[in-house]
């Protein structure tokens, strides 16, 4: 097995032990993605938009804008500055966001 079939599956296992409180008290899991793809990785991205999702649900505004703003860096670059044609959903939470206490684009 190579090793990054064996971080893929390190990766998995974590999430499926951890659960989805893993994901706001324990972010070891998304450094674990990082290194198995890269930071500007659309995975990550797309993990990322998970964690803001939850967060922003559990009431930690700070982590949630944190990390959307990461997810709308990925976004550009993968997609351009018009990606939330394509995705509306995104648009939809920043407007969210915005709401309940401005979200700073990049």
């Known amino acids: 097995m190579s090793t990054l079939g064996f971080r893929r599956q390190v990766l998995f296992l974590h999430c499926c032990v951890f659960g989805v ?18 930071q500007d990785h659309i995975a990550v991205a797309n993990e990322r938009l998970k964690l803001t999702s939850i967060a922003h649900a559990a009431g930690d505004t700070k982590c949630a804008l944190l990390n959307l703003s990461i997810v709308d860096r990925i976004m550009r670059i993968h997609y351009g500055p018009h990606y939330s044609v394509i995705f509306p959903y995104i648009a939809t939470l920043q407007q969210v966001l915005d709401k309940s206490g401005s979200f700073v684009k990049n």
């Open 21 to 38: 409180t893993s994901y706001i008290d324990n972010p070891g899991w998304l450094q674990i993605l990082e290194q198995v793809y890269s």
